[in-house]
T-cell receptor, first 116, second 111 residues
């Protein structure tokens, strides 16, 4: 398996623009997670899905952020409008089985977002 | 709000030295995981501990889960430059899929 695939790997945009990050989870994994990593706040969970349904979006910072999972093989994280403080590395991860507490999360390589 | 505190935040040592990284919380974990992250990549799971007092070994790495399941430690024996990276602990509190990550320990091992 190719692992979790994220695109783009790097994104530079200007404040106010819409940004869409994409993720393809590992085939057969039931759970998908979106994280944001910064030096100041570390790795933060934004939202996660189970079988394409959002389960917990309490980490989404504000209404400018939205996430969708239209099918089992694709998810998007959208920021509209983007702000400089959104600059971070965004990771997607997927997990097999039924979300048991010993499940491994497999992370993608991340998307480094810079908002000017 | 559940918090995971890791210490130290940064660690720079010479090859061959031993080190210990700590992960602490005021809450009880259902399980705790340790991940390692290299620059430009996502975290990769090293180990999962579930039972209070559990000790797991992975070559030169020893992981311990506290008896009360509120803390954990990672000990590296005879560190090597290849051990350099960001070490993250992650706790699961409610047996669901959600993990809470610590801030991480940035380890640098110099040859």
């Amino acid at each position: 398996d190719a692992g979790v695939i994220q695109s783009p790997r790097h994104e530079v945009t200007e404040m106010g623009q819409e940004v869409t990050l994409r993720c393809k989870p590992i085939s057969g994994h039931d759970y998908l997670f979106w994280y944001r990593q910064t030096m100041m706040r570390g790795l933060e969970l934004l939202i996660y899905f189970n079988n394409n349904v959002p389960i917990d979006d309490s980490g989404m910072p504000e209404d400018r952020f939205s996430a969708k999972m239209p099918n089992a093989s694709f998810s998007t994280l959208k920021i509209q409008p983007s702000e400089p403080r959104d600059s971070a590395v965004y990771f997607c991860a997927s997990s097999p089985l039924a979300g048991g507490y010993t499940d491994t999360q497999y992370f993608g390589p991340g998307t480094r977002l810079t908002v000017l | 709000t559940q918090l995971l505190e890791q210490s130290p935040q940064f660690l720079s040592i010479q090859e061959g030295e031993n080190l210990t990284v700590y992960c602490n919380s005021s809450s009880v974990f259902s399980s705790l995981q340790w991940y390692r992250q290299e620059p430009g990549e996502g975290p990769v799971l090293l180990v999962t501990v579930v039972t209070g007092g559990e000790v797991k070994k992975l070559k030169r790495l020893t992981f311990q889960f506290g008896d009360a399941r509120k803390d954990s430690s990672l000990h590296i024996t005879a560190a090597q430059p290849g051990d350099t990276g960001l070490y993250l602990c992650a706790g699961n509190y409610n047996q669901g899929g959600k993990l809470i990550f610590g801030q991480g320990t940035e380890l640098s091992v110099k040859p």
